[in-house]
């Protein structure tokens, strides 16, 4: 009996082609038409096609993103389901993939793909990394692993992965520790094993009203106050290098975390974790001791994505605390 497959479609560039008209890019092909361009599929599994939209990557909003979670945890809850396909939008792929790793817990596959290149152009690399995708999800090997995403024969982790590139069909990357795998002659090889899945955060609703700020060279506390007087309930700060900010945004980041706002502190470079390694005002040991919280290795985007799911289940600073710094600091 061969497997079944869901293959959820949201949209990106995987379904869109050139309006003749207009001479850009827009939705248009249906799951139908993207999965007709997979040769073979229904050899190797049942395929279960759901169409959750044509959203282009930057109309995918977190609380569509929730909405697409909660269809994903109804689709693997079903026991004729082996594993779910998700295509999506490249200019927010990753936030949707770390935000299902986040609020899922499954051992059946779950793999996230899409495209760089639209049907209309030469080289649309659409089929190719949907076959991959299908490849990977249908592999025992890729059950337990939380969320991939899968795209030009190369399989990442969703907590890992960022977009690198506004172009290259190898724009994602996961800079640190490179590939988890790769698809080759189809089949799925994993190079390496994954120590540390983060935290599971069990909830069906997100925390929408969350700023996430980029520090510069000089920067002031105008952009925190500005968060505090219009009532967000979050900050994810994209600090300076080690995790550190201009003296002058300390009045802002106190203020913020008297008033209970939590301020999650990661860092701007593209590569490594935040810690409490400078004591000068404004570096890290300041902002720790002053109530900041660390997100280790997190770009901003994914902070963003992990304090608005937590916030649905806590507001207490000590509690987020916990779950953004269990992986850090030895007394959390």
Do not use: W
């Not at 337990?144 to 024969?153: E, S």
């Not at 190369?154 to 795998?181: D, P, R």
């Not at 003296?247 to 301020?263: D, F, S, T």
């Amino acid at each position: 009996m061969k497997n079944k497959i869901a293959v959820v479609f949201t949209g990106g560039t995987i379904s869109m082609k050139k309006d003749p008209e207009l001479n850009v890019a827009v939705p248009a092909l249906s799951g139908d038409e993207i999965l007709s361009m997979v040769p073979n599929i229904n050899e190797i599994a049942e395929v279960e096609i759901i169409s959750f939209g044509k959203l282009p990557g930057p109309h995918m909003s977190p609380i569509k993103m929730m909405g697409l979670s909660n269809l994903v945890k109804k689709l693997i809850s079903r026991e004729d389901i082996t594993s779910v396909v998700i295509t999506h939008g490249t200019d927010t792929l990753e936030e949707t993939a770390y935000l299902l790793d986040l609020n899922i817990r499954t051992e059946k596959p779950i793999v996230v793909v899409g495209a760089m290149r639209n049907s209309s152009e030469l080289g649309y690399d659409g089929p190719s990394n949907l076959s991959a995708a299908v490849f990977t999800a249908l592999s025992p090997k890729s059950r337990g692993k939380g969320v991939l995403v899968v795209m030009n024969d190369e399989v990442n982790t969703a907590y890992e992965v960022t977009k690198t590139n506004t172009l290259s069909l190898s724009t994602f990357k996961s800079l640190e520790f490179g590939a988890l795998g790769i698809v080759d002659n189809n089949e799925v090889i994993f190079y390496r094993d994954i120590i540390i899945r983060d935290n599971y955060i069990n909830t069906d609703k997100i925390e929408n009203n969350v700023a996430l700020l980029k520090c510069v060279a000089g920067m002031n506390s105008d952009l925190i106050n500005f968060c505090i007087d219009s009532n967000y309930k979050g900050i994810v700060i994209e600090a300076l290098g080690r995790g550190n900010v201009p003296i002058e945004m300390l009045e802002g980041i106190k203020k913020a975390i008297e008033k209970n706002i939590p301020v999650v502190i990661v860092s701007r470079c593209h590569s490594g974790r935040v810690l409490d390694s400078y004591g000068y005002p404004g570096g890290g040991k300041d902002l720790r001791d002053l109530g900041c919280i660390f997100g280790s290795n997190l770009p901003g985007q994914k902070a963003r994505i992990k304090l608005m799911l937590a916030l649905t289940i806590t507001q207490d600073l000590k509690l987020l605390k916990q779950i953004f710094e269990k992986n850090i600091y030895s007394d959390i």
